[in-house]
């Protein structure tokens, strides 16, 4: 016997509608509709949920094969979900190249590095420039953590956050901004390693 028909026979048993199950088991009717249909599976945790609620062990509701086979597209979703915080948060430490003391100013014969706030040695328009760039990096770091995983939004934001990071490595380098360039160019890489594991899984 398949799952959806065990969930099925045991729901019935108990004289329960989908949406009673539902709530006993704090998921939405429509994940019962699709685990009974043979649509999907449940989570990990969320078996362990029914094998509580029903008295039935893992083993009885699913054959360890199926049981690895859920585990594992589980653990490939947590590591995607990690890798696009991880992407959104890199996005975020753009911020450093606002904060950081990374442009140069010349006092006299001196030359101190400051930060953007500080940065008077270039144009109104490259400093616009600047400030756009890097606001609109940390706008699509936050994006990629608050919005939900789902469709292609995801993909969308990341291509922005790509297409964005070499316009301001471009930028700074036509700008000669060595140590910009350098952090620009670090949290880059660290985007491809994790766009890397993202499609290994």
Known sequence: MEFHEKLQELRKSRKLT???LAEALYVSRTAISKWESGRGYP???SLKEISLY??????????????????????????????????????????????????PNTVETFI?????FQYMEISNFHRSVYWLFFLALVITGIAKILLPKEG??????????????????????LAREAYAIAVTFLLFVIKIILLLKYMRT
């Open 43 to 45: 989570s990990i945790d």
């Open 112 to 116: 101190y590095s400051v930060n953007l």
């Open 18 to 20: 989908q949406e009673e």
């Open 54 to 103: 029903f008295s039935v062990t893992i083993d009885e509701l699913l054959s360890s094969e199926k049981l690895l086979s859920i585990a594992e597209k589980e653990n490939k979703a947590n590591i995607r979900n990690m890798c696009d915080l991880l992407f959104g948060i890199v996005d975020i430490f753009t911020i450093i190249l606002i904060i950081l003391p990374l442009y």
């Open 152 to 173: 292609n939004k995801n993909q969308i934001l990341t291509a922005i956050s790509m297409t964005l990071s070499i316009l301001i490595i471009l930028f700074l380098a």
